[in-house]
Nanobody
């Protein structure tokens, strides 16, 4: 139905930048919205950002507002997460997800998930 593949993770120093990509394939009617989540060891999966495919409406989690930007390229079926001013607290596995709920912030509202990509921010 929908397949998602994240890429772009890596090691970066505090204050640096990184851009994650999520390539989507499959039926478009099963991925009306896209989201980014992250999960650190021993912690719950945390909402980061979401965007609609149609007009690009966005919403961000409080911890990343002003630092992260979500965007999409409809022609390439790809969603991006530009991360600036990175902090050690941003260290986590980052997942992209697809669903049909408008600007959803809960993991259960997304139906499809990528395998995740590790982001490590050193101090």
């Amino acid at each position: 139905q929908v397949q998602l593949v994240e890429s772009g993770g890596g090691l970066v120093q505090a204050g640096g930048s990184l851009r994650l990509s999520c390539a989507a394939s499959g039926r478009t009617f099963n991925r009306y919205v896209m989201g980014w989540f992250r999960q650190a060891p021993g912690k719950e999966r945390e909402f980061v950002a979401t965007i609609t495919w149609s007009i690009g409406s966005t919403y961000y989690g409080d911890s990343v507002k002003g630092r992260f930007t979500i965007s999409r390229d409809n022609a390439k079926n790809t969603v991006y997460l530009q991360m600036n001013s990175l902090k050690p607290e941003d260290t986590a596995v980052y997942y992209c997800a697809a669903g049909s709920a408008y600007l959803a912030v809960a993991p259960r509202e997304y139906n499809y998930w990528g395998q995740g990509t590790q982001v490590t921010v050193s101090s």
